[in-house]
């Protein structure tokens, strides 16, 4: 009930008085905005145009011209972590999310379940009467609740959202989206041949959100999170857009660097005097080799031409993206919605390194610990972004994309977490194209929202006591421009990289994340005046020595405060010590007594990290099939052109596909189907020894019936067959076809019945768990 009943029950209901005011939903306070965020991924605050980079982002640029640009807006470093403080206005570690969902563990900041008490700001803006809207990416739903059978509590529907379209992962295909509508699993709606693209997809269900919402409560608010899969990897955009930015990058990202810092300080988004720091600013030791930069002298031409080629498609991903956020734009200035539509369009971490120093056609590839070889990605460069590629850029654009900063995202130096971000409210703000300096982070953003639109959190939500917001407002800066900062403290730590800001100063710890060093008492602190020193080029710890101890301390204060503990830079690649302590952690699907998974048809695609694990392992698959002269399709598959495996029928002819990382040729075994009757088809696969990658090789046989029919040697993939999506799917493949033999259609069985399909891992006990943990890690 939205109040108490006041009319009146007597035993006749002709003297009786109803009151449907106490049925009917709260209304949102007179003249309440709407409110649209736009939260990209991957993205540093040096490539966009408002910030002065060479990304053109008209639509941000339009917002910006009739809003604010914050200079120092800050997040958590990380996907999941900051979506999660935009979720519930609470820490990351409060909120269970101190990494991904992928490498949680059983501690209350690792968890990845937000608890009751961090209420989302989505319930309570509903509560208030608001319309809710979640399109895009997710990443916040916990790794052990994404299967058809787990609860969906914490699904968008869950998390007080009234629709939900989009993607549950950290990471999706662009062109061959995994998607997900309410409670379950969709398939996308039409091919890329028909003009699709996930942005565009995205953006008409936006629309039609918003549409059907004002068609029938043209009075009643709507609060939008549009997420797009832009500019996480993989970078695939239209050719059109990509061509725009033929020879933009062409002096590399060292000169990108030296370019763009006087563009910023031009624009007021840096202080005069701001400093470049250098390209590789970290000791050795200290952290990743895989974060290192190579210097563009260093290159050969083809490598320049292929580095230059991949910034090329990120920009155009990030363009094209950013046209359809303006399809929105240009839909609320038609329907006279944008003037009371606040609008926050922003990133939620740093420019990714993820790409390593080489890059890469195929991101899988570097996750999976498969070495990459040059000589075939140069030989893609003209497929970058199209459906044939899963790239990636390397380490030396995610430095220039976060110019003049250290390092880049999963760093809490400024270049993981000092990010965009544009303020537009034309009826809330009365300046126009100005910036604001202020200090603040993501877990402002919950505070600003409820304050515009003038609803506070409650005290207890749903029964239960709320742990109070752990931001503060930005409003107050909206028509003060050189008002203070109100806020005073903000701590981070991602993978064991620690740091705090404390007025105007900031202590970091020199100590690269996932590096696997431990003894963090030894840390050395670094400390930064943030005021004079934007890009943190001065180290003054050693001139500053009480002020040091001060933050060290405070930082203890605030992970005492907020779950912090324990801290957790495991290098689980090549660190076999910190690999097991890992493991042992970690949450996991035990396999069944018998090594048994059965599937049936009829069913949605079953996430990978719950499916039947065949990597690394031996394994048998088996389907029950009833035969005719027609049949044909797909009886299994899993991932797609960039790793898989699929059992069809085609032609009359039974094929069993192994697709190794998308490199060619695929491995096909074959023989002719049966015509008619009931058949057991199926494979085997026998891991006899491990390659130099530690990939599994050995004999595969194909059987019909109790008959072995064709056999040969393959080689099988250690990690996953892709970070996020391209499920296991019975009797269709959904997605992108893992097989060149049917590619371009779900080619779903027909001409026959599946009664069942059974893999079966009961002989093979041992399961390289480091190459699994890999690709889980990576899925930020």
């Not at 200090?439 to 005290?459: N, R, W």
């Not at 109790?706 to 040969?712: S, T």
């Amino acid at each position: 009930m939205a109040r108490e009943f006041r009319g009146k029950i007597e035993l006749d209901v002709r003297d009786s008085q109803g009151d449907w005011e106490a049925f009917l939903p709260q209304k949102a306070p007179q003249g309440a905005p709407n409110v649209l965020v736009v939260l990209y991924d991957d993205t540093g605050q040096a490539a966009w145009s408002p910030y002065g980079g060479r990304i053109q982002m008209p639509t941000m640029e339009r917002l910006a011209a009739g809003g604010l640009t914050y200079s120092q807006w800050h997040t958590t470093a990380l996907c999941s972590p900051t979506r999660s403080t935009f979720l519930t206005g609470r820490n990351h570690h409060l909120n269970g999310f101190a990494t991904i969902s992928e490498s949680s563990t059983g501690f209350p900041g690792y968890s990845s379940h937000i608890p009751p008490s961090n209420a989302s700001m989505a319930s309570v803006l509903r509560e208030a009467g608001w319309s809710t809207f979640w399109v895009g990416k997710n990443h916040n739903v916990p790794i052990d609740e994404w299967t058809m059978g787990a609860s969906k509590k914490r699904w968008p529907l869950g998390q007080g959202f009234d629709q939900f379209y989009g993607f549950i992962g950290g990471e999706t295909n662009q062109w061959f989206p995994s998607l997900a509508e309410g409670n379950r699993y969709i398939d996308q709606p039409y091919p890329p041949e028909d003009g699709y693209h996930l942005s565009k997809d995205l953006a008409d269900q936006a629309l039609r959100m918003i549409r059907d919402s004002k068609q029938t409560e043209p009075d009643k608010p709507w609060y939008l999170w549009f997420c797009p899969g832009a500019n996480h990897a993989p970078h695939h955009a239209p050719q059109e857009y990509i061509d725009k930015y033929k020879g933009v990058f062409d002096d590399g990202y060292e000169a990108y660097r030296e370019w763009v810092l006087p563009r910023m300080v031009e624009r007021g988004i840096l202080p005069e005097g701001t400093e470049l720091t250098d390209l590789n600013p970290m000791p050795d030791g200290t952290f990743s080799e895989t974060d290192r930069v190579r210097p563009w002298d260093e290159l050969n031409e083809k490598e320049k031409a292929m580095f230059c080629r991949m910034a090329e498609v990120y920009a155009g991903l990030s363009e094209y993206t950013d046209a359809q956020v303006g399809r929105i734009v240009d839909y609320l200035e038609e329907s006279g919605q944008l003037e009371n539509t606040l609008i926050l369009y922003c990133a939620d971490n740093g420019a990714s390194g993820e790409g390593s120093p080489n890059g890469s056609v195929n991101e899988g590839k570097i996750f999976g610990g498969y070495p990459d070889d040059l000589e075939q990605n140069l030989a893609m460069v003209d497929q970058l972004g199209t459906p044939d590629a899963y790239n990636h850029y390397p380490t030396g654009w995610a430095a220039a994309f976060s110019t003049p900063y250290r390092m880049f995202k999963r760093y809490v130096y400024q270049g993981g977490i000092s990010d965009p971000m544009v303020i537009h409210w034309p009826a809330g703000i009365a300046a126009r194209g100005e910036v604001r300096n202020q200090y603040h982070h993501c877990t402002d953003v919950v505070p600003t929202i409820l304050e515009a639109c003038g609803v506070e959190f409650p005290k207890v939500f749903d029964g239960v006591e709320q742990t109070p917001l752990s931001g503060v407002s930005m409003v107050y800066s909206f028509d003060e421009a050189e008002a203070p900062t109100r806020k005073e403290t903000q701590y981070y730590e991602m993978f064991g990289n620690r740091g705090v800001w404390h007025r105007g100063w900031k202590a970091v710890t020199e100590h690269g994340p996932v590096s696997g060093t431990g003894r963090f008492e030894e840390d050395r602190w670094q400390l930064f005046r943030t005021e004079t020193d934007r890009s943190e080029a001065h180290d003054v710890a050693a001139s500053h020595p009480e002020k040091v101890e001060e933050l060290k301390a405070l930082w203890l204060a605030e992970a005492a405060a907020n779950n912090v503990l324990p801290l957790n830079d495991l290098q689980i690649i090549g660190n076999p010590k910190d690999f097991e302590t890992f493991m042992k952690m970690e949450f996991s699907v035990p396999v069944p007594p018998t090594g048994q998974y059965t599937y049936y048809p009829g069913t949605s695609e079953i996430p990978e990290r719950s499916a039947a694990n065949v990597h690394g392992v031996s394994y048998k698959v088996l389907a029950d099939l009833d035969l005719t002269p027609g049949s044909a399709g797909v009886v299994f598959a899993h991932g797609s052109r960039f790793g898989g495996h699929a059992l069809f029928l085609k032609d009359g002819t039974l094929t069993y596909a192994y697709n190794f990382l998308g490199i060619p040729p695929e491995d096909r075994i074959s023989a002719p189907a049966p015509t008619s009757g009931r058949h057991i088809v199926g494979v085997d696969f026998a891991k006899e020894r491990m390659g130099e990658h530690r990939e599994g090789i050995g004999p595969l046989r194909l059987w019909i019936d109790d008959e072995v029919v064709a056999e040969q040697e393959i080689r099988t993939v250690l990690g996953h067959f892709s970070l996020c999506g391209e499920g296991l799917c019975i009797g269709y493949d959904g997605g992108d076809a893992v097989s060149r033999e049917y590619a371009g259609s779900r080619f779903e069985f027909t001409g026959g019945t599946i009664h069942k399909v059974v893999f079966d891992v009961a002989d093979d006990a041992y399961v390289d768990l480091e190459g699994h943990l890999r690709a889980a890690m990576a899925r930020d």
